[in-house]
């Protein structure tokens, strides 16, 4: 990037150990971004960066600055969302080369109130189960020991996709009906 005058800038990787490696070869890590305009006014910009397996750079997302630096990154079993634990809940990004670490949904563990207070509860760590290849609870482990549970199908657009009914429901939801 080119700015004018007499602008810093230092990235480097965040003291996290955030980290995902996708079963499609994608790895999504946490950068911070320091901007320095004059002696004693500088900005950090707290960000996810997604690489392939060769090191190359397909893109990066800024966090909002109030969630703080990830805690934990976590993704799915088919490698095509990566969960992120920061400050309010969970956010969900797609990992994608074309629309890279693009928002795709968040699970919030706190109220707009406590947000505008200064106290912003944090995940910290997340769990999908009772199995990888067809979850159904999601458990956060948050700030103040609190654990959170969320039902997975109709909660959100990446749940509907994974649902699915069984051959013998939708046979006999077909035989039910009159002729």
């Not at 563990?109 to 290849?133: F, K, Q, R, T, W």
């Not at 654990?147 to 199908?153: C, E, K, N, V, Y």
């Amino acid at each position: 990037l080119d700015f004018p005058g007499s602008v810093q800038i230092e990235t480097k990787f965040a003291d996290t150990q955030a980290i995902a490696i996708s079963v499609q070869g994608l790895i999504v890590t946490v950068c911070e971004t320091r901007v320095i305009h004059a002696p004693g006014s500088e900005r950090t910009v707290t960000t996810l960066n997604l690489f392939n397996m060769e090191g190359y750079s397909l893109g990066s997302q800024p966090l909002e600055s109030w969630r703080g630096v990830p805690h934990r990154m976590y993704c799915t079993p088919d490698g095509t969302i990566v969960f992120v634990c920061t400050g309010r809940g969970v956010t969900m990004h797609r990992l994608s080369a074309v629309n890279p670490l693009q928002f795709v949904d968040e699970w919030q563990i706190a109220e707009l109130d406590d947000v505008l207070s200064g106290n912003i509860p944090g995940c910290y760590d997340l769990d999908l189960g009772p199995s990888l290849s067809r979850p159904v609870c999601a458990a956060a482990a948050c700030s103040d020991g609190v654990l959170r549970l969320h039902a997975l199908p109709g909660i959100s657009a990446f749940s509907e996709r994974h649902r699915k009914g069984s051959l013998s429901q939708s046979v006999g939801s077909a035989l039910a009906q009159p002729a």
